[in-house]
C-alpha cells in the first residue's frame, strides 16, 4: 500500500463515532500483543501455520510466547509473502512490497518504536499531471469527491462519471482507486469508506530509514524462522478425522490438531488448496467477493532528479513516488507505483525492457524528454506473476457487504483463517491489520 491520501472529510464526520467506541475490539486489536492473550490456556497440541507472511510469521511468534507447539510451512524459497526487499540495486535497500507504517498506534508501531527503528512522517505533496501539464492542484477534488457521505455501492469509475468528470479526469480517478490496491472499475465507492471507519492505527504514514522488511524481521524471533519449512506447498487440508492431515504437492504429510491458513486471498480464491471436506458454498462466495488485483512496483533509478517526490494521473501509471524519500542513501530512485488495469497491461507487455520502456516515455512527455537522457536502470516485481502471491493487496469490491466477516469465520474451531484480507477492523492492506487476525486467531485457538 502506497501513503494513504488523507481522508479529512471522513475522518471529521466519523470522529464523534469513534470518540463512543472507545471499547470497540478494533481498538483493541491495534495494540494487541503477546502480553495480551489468554492467561488461562486450554488447548494443547500442535498449530500448524500454511504461509510465512507478516501473519503466519506473528502467529508463530504468539504461539511461541506460549510455548505452544507450532511449525510453519511456506511455498516459496524465502519468507516475508508480501514484505520483500531489493538490494544492491541502489546504495539502500529498497521494498519490493510493503514500504510505509500506516500510522503509529499498532502494536507493530509501538513494538518498533521500543526497538529503536528510525522512520520518518511522510509529508511529500501530491501532484498532479492534469490535461498534458503538472499541476498542484485540480479544478475538482477527485479525493474529496471519495469522502463524502452516502456514497452509492458503485465502483469509483461510474461513479466519477455520474458526478460530472470527463475523460480528463480518469486516470487521477485511477490513482485514487490504486491507493487501495484496485482499478477504479471494480473499487466500490460506498464500501471502501465503510470497511475502513473502524480504522484507529492513526492517520500519518511513515517512511522507513532502511526497509520496512527489515524492520518487521527484527520483531520475529531466530526461533520462530527455525520452524519453517520452505518450498511446501499445499495440495490439501484434510480435517474429516480427529487428526488434521496437511499434504503438500510433494507428497509431504504433516498431522496437526490446529490449522492457520495465512495464504493470499487470490491463492484461496483459486482453489489451489483443497479442503477435506469443501469448504462451504456460503463461505467460498464471501472470499471470492473480497478482491485482489494486478499490481507491481517498478523502480527506475537516474543519474538526476527531474521529478516530484509524488505525481498521481499517468496513463501508464497512477502513481509516480520518490523511492528515496525518508532513506539515506543518496541515489536517484524513482518508484512507480502501478496497480489494477494499468498493472495488467504492463504485464502483457512480456518483458521488464518493454515495461521499462513505457514509462520512461510517459515520464519524457511530463518532463520534457529528461527521463531517456537520465536513465540508468531498472527493476520490476510483479506481484501478479508471483505463483504465491497472485496479486497486490485485497481491496473493497461492489457488493462485497460482510464478506470479510465470513472468509474469516473458522470452521469447527479446527481451521483459522488470517491474513491482512481477513482483517475486519478497517486494517486490511496493511502489514499491521495482517498481524492484529493472527493474534485474532491464535487467542480463539488457545482457549479451544
Known amino acids: 500500500m502506497r501513503p494513504r491520501m488523507k481522508r479529512k472529510v471522513f475522518i471529521q464526520k466519523s470522529a464523534l463515532v469513534a470518540m463512543g467506541s472507545m471499547l470497540a475490539p478494533s481498538i483493541l486489536l491495534s495494540s494487541c500483543s503477546e502480553h495480551d492473550l489468554p492467561d488461562k490456556i486450554s488447548f494443547k497440541g500442535k498449530v500448524l501455520i500454511i504461509g510465512a507472511g507478516a501473519a503466519g510469521l506473528y502467529a508463530g511468534h504468539l504461539l511461541r510466547s506460549k510455548n505452544i507447539e507450532f511449525e510453519i510451512i511456506e511455498a516459496s524459497s524465502r519468507i516475508g509473502g ?8 541502489s546504495d539502500v535497500d529498497l521494498d519490493l512490497g510493503g514500504q510505509w507504517l500506516h500510522g503509529n498506534k499498532s502494536s507493530l508501531a509501538k513494538e518498533l518504536k521500543s526497538k529503536g527503528v528510525e522512520t520518518n512522517i511522510d509529508n511529500t505533496d501530491l501532484s498532479y499531471w492534469f490535461n ?22 458503485v465502483s469509483y469509475r461510474d461513479y466519477a462519471t455520474s458526478q460530472g468528470l470527463g475523460i480528463d479526469y480518469s486516470n487521477i480517478v485511477e490513482a485514487v482507486a490504486a491507493d487501495s490496491g484496485a482499478d477504479a472499475g471494480k473499487l466500490s465507492a460506498y464500501w471502501k469508506v465503510k470497511e475502513e471507519e473502524e480504522w484507529s492505527s492513526g492517520e500519518d504514514d511513515y517512511t522507513f530509514k532502511h526497509s520496512f522488511y527489515d524492520a518487521f524481521m527484527s520483531t520475529i524471533d531466530k526461533e520462530v524462522i527455525d520452524q519453517i519449512t520452505l518450498n511446501s506447498v499445499v495440495k490439501s487440508v484434510n480435517y474429516s478425522q480427529s487428526n488434521i492431515e496437511v499434504k503438500n504437492t510433494k507428497g509431504d504429510s ?19 488448496i483443497q479442503f477435506i471436506p469443501n469448504l462451504s458454498e456460503n463461505k467460498m462466495n464471501a472470499i471470492k467477493k473480497i478482491g485482489i488485483g494486478y499490481g507491481m512496483k517498478v ?6 532528479v527531474f521529478y516530484r517526490k509524488n505525481l498521481l494521473g ?9 523511492a528515496m524519500e525518508g532513506k539515506s542513501g543518496s541515489d536517484n530512485v524513482l518508484m512507480a507505483f502501478i496497480m489494477g488495469e494499468q498493472a495488467q497491461s504492463l504485464t502483457s507487455l512480456g518483458n521488464d525492457t518493454s515495461i521499462f520502456n513505457a514509462l520512461i516515455t510517459e515520464l519524457d512527455e511530463m518532463y520534457d524528454d529528461q527521463a ?29 457487504g460482510n ?4 472468509a474469516t469465520e473458522s470452521i469447527d474451531n479446527r481451521i483459522f483463517f488470517a491474513g491482512e484480507a481477513m482483517n475486519t477492523n478497517g486494517h486490511h492492506q496493511t502489514v499491521h491489520g495482517a498481524m492484529e487476525t493472527a493474534f485474532e486467531q491464535v487467542s480463539k485457538i488457545l482457549v479451544t
Not at 508480501?82 to 540495486?89: P, W
Open 82 to 89: 508480501r514484505l520483500e526487499k531489493l538490494t544492491g540495486f
Open 132 to 153: 498534458k501539464k503538472i499541476v498542484t492542484n485540480t479544478p475538482q477534488d477527485v479525493e474529496a469527491m471519495f469522502e463524502a457521505e452516502s456514497l452509492p455501492d
Open 254 to 272: 504433516f498431522n496437526c490438531a490446529r490449522v492457520i491458513v495465512t495464504v493470499p486471498i487470490s491463492i484461496l480464491q483459486s482453489d489451489d
Open 299 to 304: 523502480f527506475l533509478k537516474f543519474d538526476k
Open 314 to 322: 499517468g496513463k501508464i501509471c497512477a502513481a509516480y513516488i520518490d
Open 372 to 400: 531517456s537522457g537520465s536513465f540508468i536502470s531498472g527493476h520490476v516485481k510483479d506481484w501478479s506473476t508471483d505463483p504465491h502471491i497472485r496479486g497486490a493487496y485485497s481491496f473493497s469490491t461492489v457488493g462485497i
Open 403 to 406: 464478506a470479510r466477516s465470513v
